[in-house]
């Protein structure tokens, strides 16, 4: 089973800063997702990405498939970037997901 | 928005009776999912659906059942309710699995005294 690892667990920030949430796996995947939660609990997909970058909007994440690690960056964050962002890999054949238990940030005006 | 919708949206019930939760989508995808969400846990897979009538557990199947007779409808049951069941129930759906991209419910919030 894939173990998924994000770091930091909280981060709180100025408005402004550049933002960035890590996350890694144990085990190849296919696909790899960033989800976001906002406080009242809605889940939003952001990026499905399986190599490579994408970037919509002021949000870019990267993944780096030989080194299992991939990274959501935020730009010049806002507070209504305040949020759970989730991390969540492929279990292959199975088609399931395993999801990293989220990094909770906080940005303040 | 993908149209997906949970019902009921909270439910308090007491240990030991039956709980049925609704999904439903108007998406026609193939994929659905059960998860609750801990503190602590994340997001965790129940059961999930491939098709009408094709089901396969979780990691957390244990005292749960699921149902899907049509392509729109998943029905989450617990058999017999106990406080450890207490938790936020997210569907999800997907149109080719894992690989692509996941739409979810707005949750149900269920308290089991």
């Known amino acids: 089973k894939n173990e998924v690892e994000q770091s930091p667990q909280n981060l709180t920030a100025q408005e402004g800063e550049f933002i960035t949430i890590n996350c890694s796996y144990s085990?190849?995947?296919?696909?790899l997702h960033w989800l976001q939660q906002h406080p009242g609990g809605g889940i939003v997909s952001l990026f499905m990405?399986?190599?490579g970058k994408k970037k919509h909007g002021r949000l870019i994440a990267t993944i780096n498939i030989q080194e299992k690690h991939s990274s959501l960056h935020i730009t010049a964050s806002h507070p209504r970037d305040s949020a759970v962002y989730i991390c969540?890999?492929?279990?292959?054949?199975?088609?399931?997901?395993?999801f990293g238990q989220g990094t909770r940030l906080t940005i303040n005006p | 928005d993908a149209g997906i919708t949970q019902s009921p949206r909270h439910k308090v019930t007491e240990t030991g009776t039956p709980v049925t939760l609704r999904c439903h989508q108007t998406e026609n995808h193939r994929y659905m999912y059960w998860y609750r969400q801990d503190p602590g846990h994340g997001l965790r897979l129940i059961h999930y659906s491939y098709g009408v009538k094709d089901t396969d557990k979780g990691e957390v199947s244990d005292g749960y059942s699921v149902s899907r007779s049509k392509t729109e409808d998943f029905l989450l049951t617990l058999e017999s309710a106990t406080s450890s069941q207490t938790s936020v129930y997210f569907c999800?759906?997907?149109?080719?699995?894992?690989?692509?991209?996941?739409?979810f419910g707005p949750g149900t919030r269920l308290t089991v005294l």
């Open positions: 990405l399986s190599s």
């Open positions: 969540a890999v492929d279990e292959g054949r199975a088609q399931k997901l395993v």
């Open positions: 999800a759906i997907s149109l080719a699995g894992s690989t692509d991209t996941q739409y």
């Open positions: 085990v190849g995947i296919s696909a």
